[in-house]
């Protein structure tokens, strides 16, 4: 078990509402991913948190955004939600600046209707 | 632009027969590669990596630059080995964002 951890597993919701994704990383690990995984585009990268502040910025929607806590668990905000946000969104941590091992969570399911 | 190209979606073998998975790059610089694996109903997990150069479950993959290629070979593949599989590789700009490829999934057959 690689100790990271999301919750909720599944969330079905409906067009237009918003939700928030939840990941706890592993132990003393300081940076968080944020994944999308789709049947057509495959696993992207959202955006990343190192320490509490913002890395960097992949192919996350204006209408999502993310932060990470001082106690370095970190939040998926999804709002206006439209059927073409259903997914499955991966976090990944890793212990360091400059360690590339990533450690990923179970994913949360996500259902827009 | 980084890519990771997976040309095969689907892959089946024989158990005891050898399999390679593709994974073709493109990237500017000194790449970092990965390979991820994903069994049924767990969580991704990396398998290796090239710097590291191990053989992870009698896997193992080459960063050839010339051909951009990093394929993940295995001699004698097991029904355990049953699995979806990642090449990805780690993001320029000072992160350590990992682009992936779409993966493969590989059918071990008894």
């Known amino acids: 078990d690689s100790g990271v951890t999301q919750t909720p597993k599944h969330l079905i919701t409906a067009t237009g509402q918003r939700v928030t994704l939840r990941c706890s990383p592993r132990?003393?690990?300081?940076?968080v991913y944020w994944y999308q995984q789709s049947l057509d585009q495959g696993l992207q990268f959202l955006i990343q948190?190192?320490?509490?502040?913002?890395?960097a910025k992949g192919n996350i929607l204006e209408r999502f955004s993310a932060q990470q806590f001082p106690d370095l668990h970190s939040e998926l905000n999804l709002s206006s939600l439209e059927l073409g946000d259903s997914a499955l969104y991966f976090c990944?941590?890793?212990?360091?600046?400059?360690?590339?091992?990533?450690?990923f969570g179970p994913g949360t399911r996500l259902t827009v209707t | 632009a980084q890519r990771v190209t997976q040309p095969e979606k689907l892959l089946s073998v024989f158990k005891g027969a050898p399999v390679e998975l593709k994974c073709n790059y493109s990237?500017?610089?000194?790449?970092?590669l990965f390979w991820y694996v994903q069994y049924s109903r767990q969580r991704l997990q990396l398998l290796l990596r090239?710097?590291s150069r191990e053989s992870i479950k009698g896997f193992t993959a080459d960063l050839n630059k010339g051909e951009t290629s990093f394929h993940l070979k295995k001699p004698f593949a097991q029904e355990e080995d049953s699995a979806m599989y990642y090449c990805?590789?780690?993001?320029?700009?000072?992160?350590?964002?990992?682009?992936f490829g779409k993966g493969t999934k590989l059918t071990v057959n008894p």
């Open positions: 990944a941590s890793s212990p360091r600046w400059g360690q590339a091992e990533q450690y």
């Open positions: 990805a590789l780690e993001g320029q700009g000072g992160s350590e964002k990992l682009v």
């Open positions: 948190y190192y320490n509490g502040e913002e890395r």
């Open positions: 132990s003393g690990d300081l940076s």
């Open positions: 990237y500017s610089g000194s790449p970092e």
């Open positions: 090239h710097i």
